[in-house]
C-alpha cells in the first residue's frame, strides 16, 4: 500500500518568514496529493490540493509543488502569520473516491508574533 | 462543513464493552470513511464505504466492524473496546466535481476507553 513520511515534525517560524513542509509518497499510482490544516481540537480543514496533471498551485500565501518523479511535494507557507499556527497533514491517494488517501504523520508549525 | 456529523461527540467507556460511532451526512455522497487520530500518526484509515452495504477494510481494521444500510448513515463498531482503541474518530466523505473528488472531515468523536 501507499506509504507517506512527512518532515519535519515541528517547525517554528518567525512571523513573516516563510514554512516549508515536504512529503514523499511510495505508491506510483498516487494522483491526487491534498493538505490539511488543524487546529487544535477542530477537524482537518482542506487548504489545498493537487492532481498530478499539474506541477504547482498556488492560492494566495500557501502553494503547493509536486515532483512525481522523484515521489514527493511540498507545502509553501508566505508571509507567515500567528493563525498559520497549526498542524499540517499532507496526504496522497487517487482522485476517486475508492482510493481512499494515505496521511502524513503531520508538521507543527508555530509562527512566533 | 459538508453536511458531516457525528455521534456522540464524546464517550467514555469501559474495556468489554461495546460501542457504535454514527456519521451522518445529508449531501448524498457515494463514499464515506472513518479514520482515527492518534498522536505521532496522523490520519489512519479504519473503513471505507462505497455505496449501501458496500464497504471495505482500511490499514487499522482489526478489532472494527461497518455498516451502511442508507446512504447518510455510516455506523463505527467497537465490538469490544480495548484501551489502544481509544482515540480521536473522524468520519469523512468524498465530494465529486469537476477535478476529481475532494475528501472533507465530520467534527469527530473523542472516545475513551478505561
Known amino acids: 500500500g501507499e506509504n507517506v513520511e512527512q518532515h519535519p515534525s515541528t517547525l517554528s517560524v518567525q512571523e513573516g518568514d516563510s514554512a516549508v513542509i515536504k512529503c514523499t509518497y511510495s505508491?506510483?499510482?498516487?494522483?491526487?496529493f491534498p493538505w490539511y490544516k488543524q487546529e487544535l481540537g477542530k477537524r482537518p480543514q482542506l487548504i489545498i490540493d493537487?492532481?498530478?496533471?499539474?506541477g504547482e498551485k498556488k492560492d494566495q500565501r500557501i502553494a503547493v509543488t509536486l515532483n512525481k518523479t522523484a515521489k514527493h511535494f511540498s507545502l509553501h507557507i508566505t508571509e507567515t502569520q500567528p493563525e498559520d499556527s497549526a498542524v499540517y497533514f499532507c496526504a496522497a491517494g487517487g482522485d476517486t473516491g475508492r482510493r481512499a488517501l494515505t496521511f502524513g504523520s503531520g508538521t507543527r508549525l508555530q509562527v512566533q508574533p | 462543513d459538508a453536511g458531516i456529523t457525528q455521534s456522540p461527540r464524546h464517550k467514555v467507556t469501559e474495556t468489554g464493552t461495546p460501542v457504535t460511532l454514527r456519521c451522518h451526512q445529508t449531501e448524498n455522497h457515494r463514499y464515506m470513511y472513518w479514520y482515527r487520530q492518534d498522536p505521532g500518526h496522523g490520519l489512519r484509515l479504519i473503513h471505507y464505504?462505497?455505496?449501501?452495504?458496500?464497504?471495505d477494510k482500511g490499514e487499522v481494521s482489526d478489532g472494527y466492524s461497518v455498516s451502511r444500510s442508507k446512504t447518510e448513515d455510516f455506523l463505527l463498531t467497537l465490538e469490544s473496546a480495548t484501551s489502544s482503541q481509544t482515540s480521536v474518530y473522524f468520519c469523512?466523505?468524498?465530494?465529486?466535481?469537476?477535478?476529481?473528488?475532494?475528501?472533507?472531515f465530520g467534527p469527530g468523536t473523542r472516545l475513551l476507553v478505561l
Open positions: 464505504s462505497y455505496g449501501v452495504k458496500d464497504t
Open positions: 505508491d506510483s499510482a498516487s494522483n491526487y
Open positions: 469523512a466523505i468524498s465530494e465529486r466535481h469537476p477535478g476529481g473528488e475532494t475528501q472533507y
Open positions: 493537487i492532481r498530478s496533471n499539474v
